[in-house]
Structure formats: C-alpha cells, structure tokens
C-alpha cells in the first residue's frame, strides 16, 4: 500500500487585498514577503510535514516549482539542508510546468512502488508573478504544500492514477520574462485546460471503472475561481458538494503547488474511507485516486492550509507590494563593502543550512554557532550536533533600526533564547513592530538573506509564533 | 604580572579639529595633529625612534605615518583595534618606551571617516570574504538591544529611560560648546533629544555620535627624559585592554545590563593604578559614548555608580562639570564624532589638558587623576581598553 503518509503546507503570513490592484477586485491574494521565495515557503511546508516524524526515515525530497531561485543548480538540496534531512538521499528539482508538483508526487509514487525508497518528501512552492496590474497578478497567489509518500502509516492509498500530456501555447514564461503570460482566455480554458483535465478524468474513471459518485471530493486545479466549477460540473460532479473549493478569495492560484495546496486542504477535512479524485493542469494533467485511512486522524497536528490561512495580516499597500516583489526601483544607497565566498558558506552549511548548533559533551551547554572550545568549560571538540531549527524561544531584547535601507523597515533584530537551551542573535520577520517585546514567544524560519554576487543566501529568523 | 605605573609619560600631545574637513587628507590630519605635539613637547621630529599608527581604514601599513612625516626608516607598526584602536596605538607605544626598545615613541591615530559615502555602517568593512550571514548589524542595533534590555530590566517605562538616556545627551552636548575642537557645538533641550527622529529602536538621533574626520597624537618618553623636557608631564598609571570571548551570545546568563569586557578592563585598570574607590579617586572620566546608553552602562561598570543606579546619578547631576565625577567633559563622541582609531587619543588630549591645568572654560578645579576608556565592536565580541592618568 503506498500513499500519502503526512501532509503539510505554507501560505505566508501576508495577504494582498485585491482592490489594491484593481479597483473592485475581490478577496485577498497570498503574498510571500520580500524575504520569502518558493524555496523557503518549501522548506516551511516540508518542516509543517515532518512534525512528529523522524527526519531520519526519509529517503528523498523533490522540489517542484516554476519560480526557481537558481538556473543552473539544484535547489532540493538546499530545502533538503533546511529540513535536515540525511545527506544519503535522493534529491531532485521538478521544474518549468504547473504539472511539476504532480510530476514529482507520481515520482515518488512509482519510486516506492519500485522498492527504491520508503518514504519521500514531495515539495511543491510558487510565487509567480502576473504583469502589474492585469488579471493573472489578481489571481496569483504565493504558497507551498508537502506531501511525504510511503508504504506504512499511509492516511490515504493511492489506488489509481493517469497522466496525459498536450502541447499547447496557452499559460507559459519565456527564458528572461519577469511575468507569466497566457494567451486569450477563451482559447486557453477550452482547448487547454477543460480539454486536457476534462479528458484525463474521463480517462481515468473509464480505464479504472469508477463514475462520480464514487468520489467524496474532487481536487481540481483551477487557472481562476470558476473553471474548475465548470469542469466538475461538466463531468457530472455536483460542484456544490464534491469540488474542493479552490480558496481564491483567501488564497489565489499558487502555480505548482496548487493541487497539492488543495488536497492538503480536502485531507485536512477529510475522514477514514473517503475517496479523494486530484487533477492537475499544465501541459497535459496528472490524476490520482486516493483512499482516506483510518490513519489521517494521528496527522491532524499540522498547521496546515486552515491553519495558516487563519493566521494573517491584510496588507492594501501595493506599493509595499510592488517593493517587496522587487518591482519598483528603489533609490540605491551604497551599503557596506562585503565580498561572499563560497568555501565560507560551504563550510558553514551544517549550522547556516540546518541550524544545527552544538551541545558540550562535557558540560552539556547548547551553542549557537557552533564552537571548537566550550564557551563554559572551555573543553575543546566534545560537541554533538544539536537542531535548532524545530525549537521554540522567547525574544531576551531586540532593536528596531529604521534607518539603514530595507525592502521593510523597521529591520528588527533580536537575541533570543531557545527553549531548552541556548542563544541566537538573529534577524526577526513577519512582525509588527508593535508586538516585539522582551519575552515575546518566537519560532525559527528560513528565509531569503540577501542577494549577492549572483548567490542567494539563506539563513533563519525569527518570527512571532504563528496562531 | 608587572605594572606600567609611572613607568612612562607623556610630553607632549596634539589633536585636530574633529569634523567634516572636506579639504584635509588623513595625511593632512597626521602632519597637523603629530606637529601640535611635536612643538608641545618641544621635540623634532627625528627624535622620535619608534611610532605606532593607528587606523582602520586610512592607511593601511606604517609607512603612510613616515611619508607624511618623514621619519626615515625607523620602525613605524600599524595598529587596528576597532573602537579602541587609538587607545591600543598608544599603550603599544608606552610597552615600547617601557620595554626600553626605545626612549621616545610616537603613537598617532587617524580617521577620514567622512571620504566614505554614507555612515558609519557602510564605513565598515569586513576583512574576510565570508558567507554574509553575520551580516553585521549596524552598531546602533548591537547597543539598542542593551538599551531595550536596561529598560525592561529595571522597570524603567520607554519615557523613563528615554528621559535619563537623553540627559546624558544633554550634557555632553552642553560640554561640547566649550570644546572648540569638536565636531558639534551647540546645546540640545532635553525635548529635543526627547523626541528626535527614531535610529534603533529605543535609540534616536541625539542618542548617538555622529561621523567624524579627526587625529590626535601623543609623544611618549620615561619620567626621567620628561623631566627634562618639562615640569608639567603627565604620567600614565595603567592600560588594561579586554576582549570578550563570544560569551554574551553564546551563554543565556549574560543580561544585557553591562558590559563584562568594560567591568574587566575597568578592574584590571583600578588594579594596576591603587585605585580602590574610583568615584572618590577619579577626577576626570572620558568615555565611549557611542551610544548614550554606553555612557549610562558605564558610570556602572566602572564602579562610578552603583548596579541599576546610574539613572539617579544621572538625575543628581554627577557627571556634569560641576558634578561629583565630571564625565566627558569635552562632549565626548556625542560631541567629537568617532573617528575610529582618533578617538582614543582624543580622550587621552583631553585628560592631558584637564591634568595640566589647560583645558580652557571647562577645566575641572580639580584634576589630578583622570580616565580614558574605549568599548566597541558587538555584544559578546567587544574590545575594551581603559587607561588611567596622573602628575609626576
């Protein structure tokens, strides 16, 4: 029996009010902040995924997205890294298609079935960017959703699935554009999208002997809020009752990891025997039967798709938007003369990467970067690695700096203590400053640094505990 | 372990005007400060046997100190010592004198802070290529963070501890009118520095030292060769230099309410000078006011006031010119600006001048011991130098 052993997700903190694209625009859009990309929104999901898991037992990750960070270099390895995972894994990137994240989930699938692992971890993040303004910026919205597939524990068996491909200019990004493009919408929905899902969904009910009624819920991918109503409907789906509501007034289209976005979602609701039909969409479709366990309800302690999209803030300044996606050119003030190097940030991966700090073996004190000589009882090499990344902390003090140019100021900066020891001094995120207070309750997330010299780099902050 | 009590002195110091001096190079600041302490020793400057530079970003190697003076082919080292640069330029120079190495040393720390585009975070420069993650915070951040925590720490309401920080401003501002080498000079009303433009969080402008250009040297020689030079040299009592050891973030215990490097350096300096109560013993005090919450910290680590009642001190009026322990009375770095490697010399000019007795409108009736004392780089990482001065 193979399946979906755990589910997580990530939709970041922010909403965009949609009237701040366009007068009379509806709902809110999910928007990354400007320290946030499909990477770190990836690793967030996956962390979401492997609560209570042993990150010892996963034997590969997938990263599936359309918005790498890189175009010549593997990003699994960095989500990998963050999540601490085993370095004895298989890793690889799904990219260029919105079907990327199915792709990798019928990947893993077929990895297990074949006996070449037991569990591994789909990873699926987007933040796509529509042309300021138009239709698609309204409807795209920022997010990641993790799937870890095995064959023991399974909360839902996968009992089918069924892909076809089409090649079709409707929805696509060229080497060197900024923002997607779509053909005419009429041309894209009929001879793309209603097509193509329409048709692997026929497909798959006819090759595998199922009808409508066989299915709790269908999981569509849907390019807005009402196509995949159409297409439920025109399938003989009651839409009403069986489509998964594809969260467009809360949420919006989240690309590659739409689908498994939405059926983190129906799961989240979902109860021991029902029947869960997904399509995606994006130069043909993948399709999946899955069986609910009795096993979902041991998975329920996740944050997940209802509990991230009821923690938020509503943010109605595009402008801080436009800055935040790097959009709006701003003034440039020289900053400090600093070079990166490599052999430097490779060599510090274990702590930058996966957090892992160093706990004496002599006198027990956790340490944050890891030292060679105990800061306490000055023993020399007797450290075991000591994760940080999964600890809770309370803020000791910060500073607010409201000066030195930031895509969002004020830059807060705390030191903080973790809860069963140790200290980091670090910089805090999705914050109002309002709230940053002496004993404040923080967790770690992973984020986006800085650009510099053609290098993206990394590292953790702090942000207030998300309710 | 030895002791350099009165086992050097200083004949002669000079210092520039600290500021924005557009027109003036670093070497232009060596010349000037270095031949105002030439004359006021009344030496040439082929006396000088060996010499010490402090910079850390004007001028790299000794020889940039030997082109502008000329001092052909003595020893000339070149010292970086982040905030507490000048400092360590001339207690490096004082071991050489002492050592007996040499018989007259020169130590000349200089600046150009302000040939750099923007503040003092862009000054700063990294001196390994690295993985950025330490991105250095600006340093108004690594000392607000001991402001927020001195505030909650002790109770103290934002306004509470803003008004106390602010009087620290006040007064510095207020000696700096009389410091006709300093870089600002004019008095600020306690509203303005109450209520002026927020840098970090709990920090405004008027809590911190501007940017500054500037240079100040000092010949150094043994008591024996001063005397002959003149009656009124002053004697050095003691150099204490700390380093912290990453201690502040790497253990929890550390509060944030002092700073150890300051309260080791201080111990070490009291130690080596016979000093036991130095409220009582201490004339003259200038300190690294980088931040006015670095002012405040150390009337408690140096034992001026006691833990947590620094505050009233400040209220009481100790630490004016006409206070109990008169502190920065030449309106410190609020007033000077912090021209990195400038600064400790600086305060060193101004002990000298309180010591002989020339210090102008704002000498002290009485000056006989007096305190210099740098503190820079980041929590956990400071470096910290204390000296202590007194007459033959």
């Known amino acids: 029996m193979v399946g979906i052993t755990s589910y997580g997700a990530y939709v970041p903190r922010f909403r965009l009010n949609r009237e701040a694209i366009a007068k009379g625009a509806r709902g809110e859009k999910a928007i990354c902040n400007f320290d946030e990309d499909s990477i770190t929104m990836a690793v967030a999901a996956v962390n979401d995924c492997l609560n209570g898991i042993d990150r010892g037992t996963v034997d590969g990750l997938y990263f599936a997205t359309t918005t790498s960070a890189y175009k010549e270099k593997l990003e699994a390895s960095i989500v990998a890294m963050a999540a601490d995972l085993r370095e004895d894994i298989f890793t690889a990137d799904f990219a260029h298609s919105l079907r990327a994240g199915t792709s990798a989930l019928r990947a893993a699938i077929d990895a297990i079935k074949a006996g070449s692992a037991k569990k591994v971890m789909v990873a699926a993040a987007d933040c796509r960017l529509g042309t300021p303004g138009s239709a698609l910026e309204q409807n795209f919205g920022d997010g990641a959703g993790a799937l870890l597939i095995g064959d023991s524990d399974v909360a839902a068996t996968v009992e089918a699935s069924y892909s076809v491909y089409n090649e079709i200019l409707d929805v696509w990004r060229a080497d060197g554009d900024t923002f997607v493009r779509s053909w005419e919408e009429r041309f894209a929905s009929t001879r793309g999208y209603l097509e193509v899902v329409g048709g692997v969904v026929s497909g798959l009910m006819k090759k595998f002997g199922f009808s409508p009624g066989d299915f709790t819920k269908v999981v569509f991918y849907t390019p807005d809020a009402r196509r995949s109503t159409d297409l439920a409907s025109s399938l003989g789906f009651d839409a009403k009752t069986q489509l998964q509501d594809p969260l467009f007034a809360t949420m919006g289209n989240t690309g590659t990891a739409f689908p498994l976005m939405l059926l983190v979602a129906a799961l989240e609701e979902a109860k021991a025997g029902d029947r869960i039909l997904l399509a995606s969409y994006g130069n043909g479709s993948d399709a999946f039967v899955l069986k609910v366990t009795d096993q979902i309800e041991k998975i329920r302690n996740r944050r997940g798709m209802k509990g991230h999209l009821a923690s938020k803030k509503v943010i109605t300044d595009y402008k801080k938007y436009l800055i935040w996606r790097g959009l709006l050119p701003q003034e440039e003030i020289p900053g400090p003369v600093r070079f990166f190097s490599a052999p430097a940030a490779w060599r510090e991966s274990e702590a930058n990467f996966r957090l892992r700090g160093v706990k004496c073996q002599v006198c027990g004190t956790i340490q944050f970067p890891p030292q060679r000589v105990c800061t306490k009882c000055h023993a020399k090499d007797q450290f075991e690695p000591y994760r940080l990344s999964d600890k809770k902390a309370k803020i000791f003090t910060f500073a607010m700096d409201y000066v030195t140019p930031a895509p969002e100021l004020p830059t807060v900066t705390t030191t903080i203590d973790f809860d069963g020891g140790g200290r980091m001094e670090c910089y805090m995120t999705d914050r109002e400053p309002e709230q940053v207070s002496c004993g404040l309750p923080v967790e770690m997330s992973f984020r986006k640094l800085l650009d510099k010299d053609g290098a993206r780099i990394y590292f953790w902050k702090s942000i207030p505990v998300r309710t | ?392």
């Not at chain 2, 402090?54 to 001028?59: D, K, Y």
């Not at chain 2, 920090?203 to 250009?213: E, H, K, T, V």
């Not at chain 2, 833990?307 to 006409?322: I, N, Q, S, Y």
Request: aromatic share 10%; hydrophobic share 40%.
């Open chain 2, 1 to 392: 372990m030895g002791s350099i009590k009165d086992k050097v002195a200083i004949v002669g110091m000079g210092c520039t005007k600290f500021g924005e001096l557009w027109d003036k190079s670093y070497k232009d600041l060596m010349v000037d400060a270095c031949y105002e302490a030439f004359e006021d020793a009344g030496i040439e400057p082929k006396d000088i046997q060996m010499a010490w530079y402090g910079s850390r970003e004007s001028g790299f190697t000794g020889a940039h100190l030997a082109n502008a003076l000329k001092l052909e082919y003595i020893p000339v080292s070149r010292v970086e010592n982040f905030c507490a640069g000048g400092t360590d330029t001339f207690r490096n120079a004082c071991y050489g004198v002492a050592s007996g190495a040499c018989d007259i040393a020169l130590a000349c720390g200089v600046e150009k802070t302000k040939d750099h585009l923007g503040g003092f975070s862009m000054y700063i420069t990294v001196p390994f290529d690295r993985s950025l993650v330490e991105w250095d915070l600006p340093p108004v951040s690594q000392f607000a963070q001991l402001a927020t925590r001195y505030f909650h720490h002790y109770g103290l309401s934002y306004e509470q501890g803003r008004q106390i920080l602010g009087k620290i401003a006040v007064k510095n501002h207020h000696n700096g009118t009389l410091s006709p080498k300093a870089h600002f000079r004019r008095e600020i009303t306690l509203e303005q520095a109450m209520n002026a433009p927020m840098i970090s969080y709990p920090l405004n402008l008027y809590d911190a030292c501007g940017m500054s250009d500037g240079g100040a040297a000092a010949i150094i020689t043994t008591p024996e060769i001063a005397k002959s030079l003149r009656k009124d040299y002053i004697l050095v009592k003691a150099l204490a230099l700390t380093n912290g050891a990453g201690q502040a973030v790497l253990q929890p215990e550390y509060d944030f309410v002092h700073i150890p490097e300051t309260v080791a350096a201080g111990k070490a300096a009291y130690q080596e000078a016979g000093i036991k109560k130095p409220r009582q013993e201490i004339d003259i005090a200038i300190v690294h006011d980088c931040f006015t919450i670095t002012e405040l910290l150390i009337y408690e680590d140096l034992g001026f006031s006691p833990r947590g009642k620094g505050p009233e001190d400040v209220e009481a009026g100790t630490f004016t010119l006409e206070g109990e322990l008169p502190v920065n009375t030449d309106g410190g770095l609020k007033c000077f600006g912090h021209p990195l490697s400038a600064s400790g010399l600086r305060m060193i000019y101004e002990v000298y001048k309180q010591l002989q007795g020339k210090a102008g409108p704002r000498q002290l009736k009485k000056a006989d011991i007096g305190l210099t004392h740098n503190v820079g780089g980041v929590n956990g990482f400071f470096n910290c130098a204390v000296a202590i001065f007194g007459k033959p």
